[in-house]
C-alpha cells in the first residue's frame, strides 16, 4: 500500500521524518516531497504550507503524481469542545469548511452546488485509529472538525463555527483534504491534537504548545501506518 503522510507545517511533519530515518527527496511544484518505507508501506509525505488552497496542492499532488492510495492528515488543531485539552487527539468523523459562504443565495454555510456541507472520512482507517488508541492506552476523541483560512483565535468566531458547524475543533486544512480525497474515492483520515482553544489565547498557546502536540499527533499517525493490513 501506498500511504501518503500529509501535514501543513514543518513543526508537524519534521518528528515524522526523524523516526523514519532513511528517507529521500524530489522538489515538484514549489514543494518537497519525501518518500520512505515504514511497516511494510510505501509512504509518501510532505507538508503543504498552512491552508486550504496549499493543502488542496499537496494531497492532489500525493495521489496524482505520485501514486499515494490513501492518506493520513498528521497536525494541530484549536479546540471547540469543552472536552477537549491541550495535548489531547481527535479524529474527523466529518468535515466542513466555515469560511465558504453563498448564503447570500440561500444556500447554508459551508454548502456550493453539488458539493455537500460535510465531508465524511473513512470509516475503516478511523476504526483503525480507535484500535491504535486502545493498544497505547490514549483517549481518542472523535467528531466534526472545521476548516477555514483563518487562524480562529476570539471566542465569538469560534462559538458561530461550534454553532453553525456542531464542530468540536478546528484547523486550516482538514476540509480542503477531504474534497480531494472524497473526488478522488481514496480513504483518508484527519487526525490532530489540540494545540490551543481559539480563543483570545490561542496565539500564544499555539506557539507554546505546537511542538508537543505536533510530537503526539506524530507519534500517533505513525502506530496507525503500522497497524495497517
Ligand atoms: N490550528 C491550530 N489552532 C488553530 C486555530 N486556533 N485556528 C485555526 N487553525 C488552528
Same mark, same amino acid.
Not at 476548516?147 to 458547524?165: E, M, P
Given at each position: 500500500?501506498?500511504?501518503?503522510?500529509?501535514?501543513?507545517?514543518?513543526? =508537524?511533519?519534521? !518528528?515524522?521524518?526523524?523516526?523514519?530515518?532513511?528517507?529521500?527527496?524530489?522538489?515538484?511544484?514549489? +514543494?518537497?516531497?519525501?518518500?520512505?518505507?515504514?511497516?511494510?508501506? =510505501?509512504?509518501?509525505?510532505?507538508?503543504?504550507?498552512? &491552508?486550504?488552497?496549499?493543502?488542496?496542492?499537496?494531497?492532489?499532488?500525493?495521489?496524482?503524481?505520485?501514486? @499515494?492510495?490513501?492518506?493520513?492528515?498528521?497536525?494541530?488543531?484549536?479546540?471547540?469542545? !469543552?472536552?477537549?485539552?491541550?495535548?489531547?487527539?481527535?479524529?474527523?468523523?466529518?468535515?466542513?469548511?466555515?469560511?465558504?459562504?453563498?448564503?447570500?443565495?440561500?444556500? !447554508?454555510?459551508?454548502?456550493?452546488?453539488?458539493?455537500?456541507?460535510?465531508?465524511?472520512?473513512?470509516?475503516?482507517?478511523?476504526?483503525?485509529?480507535?484500535?491504535?488508541?486502545?493498544?497505547? &492506552?490514549?483517549? *481518542?476523541? =472523535?467528531?466534526?472538525?472545521?476548516?477555514?483560512?483563518?487562524?480562529?483565535?476570539? @471566542?465569538?468566531?469560534?462559538?458561530?463555527?461550534?454553532?453553525?458547524?456542531?464542530?468540536?475543533?478546528?484547523?486550516?486544512?482538514? &476540509?480542503?483534504?477531504?474534497?480531494?480525497? +472524497?473526488?478522488?474515492?481514496? !480513504?483518508?483520515?484527519? *487526525?490532530?491534537?489540540?494545540?490551543?482553544?481559539?480563543?483570545?489565547?490561542?496565539?500564544?498557546?499555539?506557539?507554546?504548545?505546537?511542538?508537543?502536540?505536533?510530537?503526539?499527533?506524530?507519534?500517533?499517525?505513525? @502506530?496507525?501506518?503500522?497497524?495497517? @493490513?
Amino acid at each position: 500500500m501506498k500511504i501518503a503522510i500529509m501535514a501543513a507545517m514543518p513543526e =508537524e511533519l519534521m !518528528p515524522i521524518l526523524a523516526q523514519l530515518g532513511e528517507y529521500t527527496q524530489v522538489e515538484y511544484a514549489k +514543494n518537497r516531497y519525501y518518500f520512505a518505507k515504514f511497516g511494510g508501506h =510505501e509512504l509518501v509525505l510532505a507538508y503543504s504550507k498552512i &491552508g486550504k488552497v496549499f493543502s488542496t496542492i499537496t494531497a492532489t499532488t500525493m495521489i496524482e503524481k505520485f501514486g @499515494a492510495q490513501m492518506l493520513l492528515f498528521s497536525g494541530v488543531a484549536g479546540a471547540i469542545s !469543552p472536552k477537549l485539552s491541550i495535548g489531547d487527539l481527535i479524529i474527523a468523523t466529518q468535515l466542513a469548511q466555515h469560511d465558504l459562504d453563498i448564503t447570500a443565495f440561500g444556500h !447554508p454555510f459551508g454548502y456550493v452546488p453539488e458539493g455537500s456541507v460535510m465531508i465524511p472520512s473513512d470509516a475503516k482507517l478511523n476504526a483503525i485509529a480507535r484500535d491504535v488508541a486502545i493498544q497505547k &492506552g490514549l483517549k *481518542l476523541h =472523535e467528531g466534526i472538525i472545521a476548516t477555514g483560512d483563518q487562524f480562529v483565535a476570539n @471566542a465569538q468566531r469560534k462559538n458561530w463555527i461550534a454553532d453553525t458547524f456542531q464542530a468540536d475543533a478546528l484547523e486550516m486544512e482538514g &476540509g480542503s483534504v477531504a474534497v480531494v480525497c +472524497n473526488a478522488l474515492s481514496i !480513504p483518508f483520515c484527519i *487526525l490532530r491534537a489540540i494545540s490551543d482553544s481559539a480563543d483570545g489565547s490561542a496565539d500564544v498557546d499555539f506557539d507554546t504548545f505546537l511542538a508537543s502536540s505536533a510530537q503526539e499527533s506524530a507519534q500517533f499517525v505513525l @502506530a496507525m501506518v503500522d497497524a495497517i @493490513a
